[in-house]
């Protein structure tokens, strides 16, 4: 069976609910390997949900279905506040990525309750001004920005982790419609330890299977680069 499209590969996936600081509840879903013990942990930020983002965001419902059996990682989706994807709506409004910290917080809270191994914050677009603007907060090996527009961070922001020894890897789409790579080195210099990675024919959204096959191929060479190369058949 050829690996591609919505195909979910055996996984255990459990409804989550997140309690954030300031008493909301939000939705999402932990999915981990079946038959092993995860050796880390995705925990995904989604892109903007007033352009359509939602845990379900195609990336990041992908690397859900494929990367626990593939990979044997763990991988927790959730929707940020006033955010509605089938498995439900969050609770609370869109704050522009101000209150959303909380949101952010209440996963890293499940990630240690449920002792989940080696979390790394994976943004795609908004997902990754979330990520840079607040992962520094939390007990994480690193952050992989998708896409990252840099709207909502500032470059106080982005220079704060010069310096720290946790790893920064973005993903940048050779046609991105906010960033793209020879802008990116420019924004992002302030890093010298960051990994910018262009995506050759890269487009924002990484449509298309060949794009998403690149984007988990990088992601599994931060995370757990023993489990590459990823198979394109599940027996």
Known sequence: MEIRGPLELPATREPIELSTADELTLVGELTLPENAQPVATL???HPLPTAGGFMDSHILRK???RLPALADLAVLRFNTRGTTSPRGTSEGKFDGGEAEQFDVA?????VRERSLPRPWLLGWSFGTELALKYGREHDVEGIILLSPPLHRTTAEEIAAWAGDERRVIALIPEFDDYLRP??????????PDITL????????????????????TEIVAVVNPDALPLPNEWP
Do not use: C, Y
């Open 106 to 110: 209440a996963a890293m809270d499940l």
């Open 197 to 216: 990675i262009p995506v050759e024919g890269g487009k924002h959204l990484w449509v298309g299977e060949t794009q998403t096959r690149r984007v988990l």
């Open 43 to 45: 925990v995904t930020l």
């Open 182 to 191: 020879e802008e990116a080195q420019k924004r992002f210099a302030s890093i």
């Open 63 to 65: 690397a859900s279905a």
